[in-house]
């Protein structure tokens, strides 16, 4: 079964500090992975796709097949950064698709 | 705004009564997701459903149930409703029953009393 793991629950870094937000994935299909805010209890927004390789507000994820890992990376984080970051995997099969979200890693940015 | 709406915004409710939520996807998405949002188990995807049809099951109760209208809204139904019920509740489309990328709604807090 696929699973999603983000092993920190709280980030806490300063305004200017680079961050990394870790998620780390298990599926025996080919993964599609995602980034997936969400800013004070509001809706998800999607930040990042693996496929599409951007840059979204500075932010970036490389994935990683050999340690199955998608970080998020930031160099230099922002106060307005600051939210619930969701990493999550999607699996498509015949019988439907889904989001698999980890379990989420809240990033405080302090001044 | 993703174009995606959800109503009520919140609902606080009684133990075991009976409470629908409504989700209006994107126009031009045919495919519904809800995903049940809580303090402990996170964010939980629930149920699919394709051009009125269930295409996918999740975590979802057998207490709950949901349904996709001709106007491809849908109705999410959660009876003999528990103090664990108590949740964020989002609904996303997508265009297509497979495509990856999910438009989310603001949700709907449920407080159950």
């Known amino acids: 079964a696929q699973r999603v793991t983000q092993p920190e629950k709280l980030l806490s870094v300063f305004k200017g500090a680079p961050v990394e937000l870790k998620c780390n994935y298990s599926?025996?299909?080919?993964?599609?992975l995602f980034w997936y805010v969400q800013y004070s209890r509001q809706r998800l927004q999607l930040l990042l796709r693996?496929?599409s390789r951007e840059s979204i507000k500075g932010f970036t994820a490389d994935l990683n097949k050999g340690e199955t890992s998608f970080h998020l990376k930031k160099p230099f984080a922002q106060e307005e950064d600051s939210a619930m970051y969701y990493c999550?995997?999607?699996?498509?099969?015949?019988?439907?698709?889904?989001?698999?979200f980890g379990e989420g890693t809240q990033l405080t940015v302090n001044p | 705004d993703s174009g995606v709406t959800q109503t009520p915004k919140h609902l606080i409710t009684a133990t075991g009564q009976r409470v629908t939520l409504r989700c209006s996807p994107r126009?031009?998405?045919?495919?519904v997701y809800w995903y049940q949002q809580s303090l402990d188990q996170g964010l939980q995807f629930l149920i699919q459903?394709?051009?009125?049809?269930?295409?996918a099951k999740g975590n979802i109760l057998e207490r709950f149930s949901a349904q996709q209208f001709p106007d491809l809204h849908s109705e999410l139904n959660l009876s003999s409703l528990e103090l664990g019920d108590s949740a964020l509740y989002f609904c996303?489309?997508?265009?297509?029953?497979?495509?990856?990328?999910?438009?989310f709604g603001p949700g709907t807090r449920l407080t159950v009393l």
């Open positions: 459903y394709y051009n009125g049809e269930e295409r």
């Open positions: 999550a995997l999607f699996r498509f099969e015949t019988s439907g698709s889904r989001l698999t």
């Open positions: 996303a489309s997508s265009v297509l029953a497979g495509n990856n990328e999910q438009f």
């Open positions: 126009s031009g998405d045919l495919s």
């Open positions: 693996h496929i």
């Open positions: 599926y025996s299909g080919s993964p599609e």
